[in-house]
Every structure is written in C-alpha cells, then in structure tokens.
C-alpha cells in the first residue's frame, strides 16, 4: 500500500549542502572497493564531505526515516564511530551488531546479513576478518553495502579520508610529482590495498619501505617502488604514511621482534627529517606508540597529520551515506528478495 512521506522543507545549512552537491549523484549503490571510485565520483564526496566538515556536528535531516547498522566483525575506534555519529547526524536510526552476533553461534555471513536487510535498513557497514564478505553481502541485499575493511584486501573509505587529507594539504586533486613513502607491513594491510589504488590513480609516486618479510610478492605491480632502507625511500618525500604490524593477523611472526622493527622502519623525528621540510606524517591508526611512530608524532607535532585523518574520517563518511542513501536520481539498488 502506498504511504505519505513528505520531506519538510530544507534549513539553510540544508540548502547550502544541497547547492554544493549540485544535483550530482555517485556511480555506485554499495562501496566494496576505492577501484568503483570514478574521478567524478572522488570529486562529489571530497565537496560534499569539506563542506559536511565546516558544519561539524549540526544534524541535516537528510537521511531522516532512513536506518543504518554498523556491523563490526572485528575491533574498530575510528571506522565505527564516525560512521555512527555521522549517520545520526544524518538523522539515521543506528544499530549495531557485532562479534557478539549470533554468527557466534554459527549462523553464516549470508543469514546474518539477510536478516538485517530485512528490516529495509538502507545502508549496512561492514568489518569481517575475512576477505571478500562485504562483496558477496552486497549482492544479496536491497540495503547498500560499505566496506568498512576486510580482513587483508580493502578498506576503501580509510583511502577516501586519506585522499580528502592529502589534497587538501597540497591543494590539487591531481597528485602528479606527489611522493608518498607507505612504511610498516604492507603484506597484511587492507589500508594499503585501498590506498595504493587511489593514489595511483590521482597521479602519485609511491615508495615502499618495508622487510622483504612484509611485502607481498610482485608488489611492484602495483606502480610501487619497494625500498629495504627506509633512509633512501624517506629521502624528499611529500608524505610519509606509517603502517601497524598486524599482530593479529601473526605479523610478529614475520619480524625478528617489534623492537627489531622500530629500529629499522619507526618513524622517528631523525627520519622524519629526510623528508621534505613541510612533509605530512600520517597514520590510519590505531597508532602502536614507539613501535611504527615515536610518541611525539603520535597526536600534537605540526607535522602529524593523524588527527585530521580522523576528522576528515567522519566528514568522508557523512558524505558518502548522504549520497548512497539520498540520490537525486531517484534510482535504487536493485535486488529481488525472494
Ligand atoms: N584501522 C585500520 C584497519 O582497520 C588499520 C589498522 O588496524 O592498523 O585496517
């Protein structure tokens, strides 16, 4: 049966995000990999999310009589909580489920995510230890799937929100003549198969530092350059971007010990100094304090970048669930439940 729903008219900030957006919708209905990410679509969420920053945590009725559930697999701070607030500042209805889930008591991937669909959420985030599950949820949901991160492969907004800072910071989309150093343990990060990705495709040199035990195999066909001594990869670059080891992934086990390790790839004031003068330290957190930074890089330091990572996290968040979940055009997801 049909039903009223009438949209009250829009407050000013309202209007002014509504003049931003211009009437631009995104080319995707879920979020699994930064690869669905068009140039037009990067330019859209970067205006849309610069422009949600400014206005900081003021609630836009946007997504109102819409509902939304975060459901982490595994341990998040920074992922789960700005795509909550950012979703109630959107005036979402929120919900989470996590690995307190009755995937706990053996129910798949597959049930449980049918299972919230059914309630006609229209946005479902998702975090799995495991590769690939935010994909095939994707294609058995009416609600729009994004990857929070999955196990080694992606984790597509953390690109996003790195992508939001650097450009902001060199003032261009285009990152031609950009060298970025990603330092730490790339064999096991999802942060790294996003950005890596991005970056490329914005124009940017990318260096790798990293033990030959870190590194997956042929990582050079990513475009990147894979240097063992952090000193010659360091040497002039823009942006320095540090990486954890992945100890629940068993990382340690591919070092000779984490103290070993933060002496030869932690990011000190010493290397740090290598770069260029007015480099951007940067790190997707959480940060391992003396073990892939020194502590002073951690927060405060002018050169540190991290804090406004996780500004610009909630800011590229509240832009792509205002956009996923509101479109212009009228189009939906389309998915058949039996
Ligand atoms: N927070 C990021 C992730 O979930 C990075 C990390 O955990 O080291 O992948």
């Known amino acids: 049966m049909d039903v009223i729903l009438r949209k009250k008219p829009l407050s000013d900030a309202e209007m002014d995000l509504a003049d931003v957006r211009a009437g631009r919708d995104l080319s995707f209905f879920d979020l699994v990999?930064?690869?669905?990410?068009?140039?037009?679509?990067?330019?859209?969420?970067?205006?849309?999310?610069r422009r949600f920053r400014d206005y900081k945590t003021y609630k836009f009725s946007f997504n109102k009589g819409y509902s939304h559930i975060n459901a982490f697999f595994e341990p998040s701070t920074r992922t789960s909580s700005s795509?909550?607030?950012?979703?109630?500042?959107?005036?979402?209805?929120?919900?989470?489920v996590s690995g307190?889930?009755?995937?706990?008591?053996?129910?798949?991937?597959?049930d449980t995510v049918q299972t919230i669909d059914a309630y006609n959420v229209k946005t479902i985030i998702i975090r799995s230890k495991e590769s690939g599950v935010p994909e095939m949820a994707a294609r058995h949901t009416n609600a729009s799937i994004i990857n929070a991160?999955?196990?080694?492969?992606?984790?597509?907004?953390?690109?996003?929100?790195?992508?939001?800072?650097?450009?902001?910071?060199?003032?261009?989309?285009?990152?031609?003549?950009?060298?970025?150093?990603?330092?730490?343990?790339?064999?096991?990060?999802?942060?790294?198969?996003?950005l890596v990705r991005l970056l490329k495709k914005m124009g940017a040199t990318i260096r790798v530092a990293a033990p030959h035990t870190l590194i997956p195999k042929e990582v050079e066909r990513f475009g990147v350059t894979h240097h063992v001594s952090i000193e010659e990869a360091l040497s002039g670059a823009d942006v320095v971007y540090a990486l954890r080891v992945q100890s629940e992934r068993g990382a340690n086990g591919f070092v000779p010990s984490l103290r070993e390790y933060s002496k030869m790839?932690?990011?000190?004031?010493?290397?740090?100094?290598?770069?260029?003068?007015?480099?951007?330290?940067?790190?997707?957190?959480?940060?391992?304090?003396?073990?892939?930074?020194?502590?002073?890089?951690?927060?405060?330091?002018?050169?540190?970048?991290?804090?406004?990572?996780?500004?610009?996290?909630?800011?590229v968040r509240k832009s792509l669930l205002w956009l996923i979940s509101d479109r212009i055009d009228g189009v939906r997801k389309t998915f058949t439940r039996k």
């Open 265 to 315: 790839f932690g990011i000190s004031k010493a290397r740090m100094a290598l770069a260029k003068k007015d480099a951007m330290l940067m790190h997707p957190g959480p940060v391992i304090r003396d073990i892939d930074v020194h502590s002073v890089f951690a927060a405060a330091d002018e050169q540190s970048y991290i804090l406004r990572q996780v500004e610009n996290g909630m800011a």
């Open 100 to 110: 307190n889930s009755s995937l706990s008591k053996g129910e798949s991937y597959l």
């Open 33 to 49: 990999s930064i690869n669905q990410v068009t140039d037009k679509d990067l330019v859209l969420l970067f205006d849309v999310a």
């Open 149 to 194: 991160g999955d196990g080694w492969h992606e984790h597509p907004t953390q690109a996003l929100l790195d992508g939001l800072t650097i450009t902001d910071h060199v003032g261009s989309m285009n990152l031609k003549g950009i060298v970025v150093v990603i330092v730490g343990d790339i064999l096991h990060s999802r942060v790294f198969g996003s």
């Open 83 to 96: 795509f909550d607030l950012a979703a109630k500042q959107l005036s979402m209805d929120t919900a989470s």
